[in-house]
């Protein structure tokens, strides 16, 4: 275990299992069909790269947008900027954005907003944890791979300071490290 994570949330196996279900629905609703999958920079990066290489019965075609919300902070701004667009249109394609974790939802709101305007065929989510809050969202995961607590989290693509991405698993941090 890396020696600033305090505890691990999900194993390396465990995240494989979510991961596992999350593709086999998918696989199942767009058998078949061409596929837009669309990674938020860069938190998402990981799990898509993972989720991608199981969807064996779609024809998938990936993108990538970034988006800002947090700056180097470990507290959500609500302010969202689209740092990055696609490099294509969307009207009438199948699109699946592909997200790292649902906190407040700012960021996807407004991404999800965005792009419907674009007039796709249809526009799904797909996140791989979102924080149990106890708040109503105005979004919500077509595939959502699982709840995580309220606590900042780092591992499988998520950074604190852009630092611990590459984590195969997903922990927190030691206090001392964000204090
Ligand atoms: P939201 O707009 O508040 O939903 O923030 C979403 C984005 O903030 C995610 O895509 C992540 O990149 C980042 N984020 C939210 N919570 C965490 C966390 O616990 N660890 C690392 N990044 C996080
Ligand atoms: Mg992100």
Do not use: W
């Not at 740092?83 to 592909?98: C, F």
């Not at 906190?103 to 799904?124: C, F, I, Q, W, Y």
């Amino acid at each position: 275990m890396h020696p600033d994570v305090e505890k691990i949330l999900l194993s390396k196996e465990a995240i494989d299992e979510i991961v596992d279900r999350m593709a086999a629905q998918i696989n199942e609703d767009y058998a078949g069909k061409t596929l837009l999958c669309v990674g938020i920079l860069k938190g998402s990066c990981v799990f898509m790269m993972d989720l991608i290489r199981r969807l064996t019965d779609v024809d998938v075609e990936i993108d990538f947008m970034v988006a800002s919300s947090y700056g180097s902070s470990a507290q959500s701004s609500g302010d969202v900027k689209i740092k990055k667009d696609l490099s294509r249109d969307i009207e009438g394609i199948d699109v699946l954005i592909v997200e790292d974790i649902l906190d407040t939802g700012n960021t996807l709101t407004k991404l999800m907003g965005v792009l419907r305007d674009r007039k796709p065929a249809s526009l799904e989510l797909a996140v791989f944890l979102e924080k149990d809050l106890g708040i109503e969202r105005a979004i919500k995961a077509k595939y959502l791979g699982g709840i995580c607590p309220d606590e900042f989290v780092v591992g499988y693509g998520l950074d604190y300071n852009e630092k611990y991405r590459q984590l195969p698993y997903l922990g927190t941090l030691k206090r001392e490290i964000y204090s």
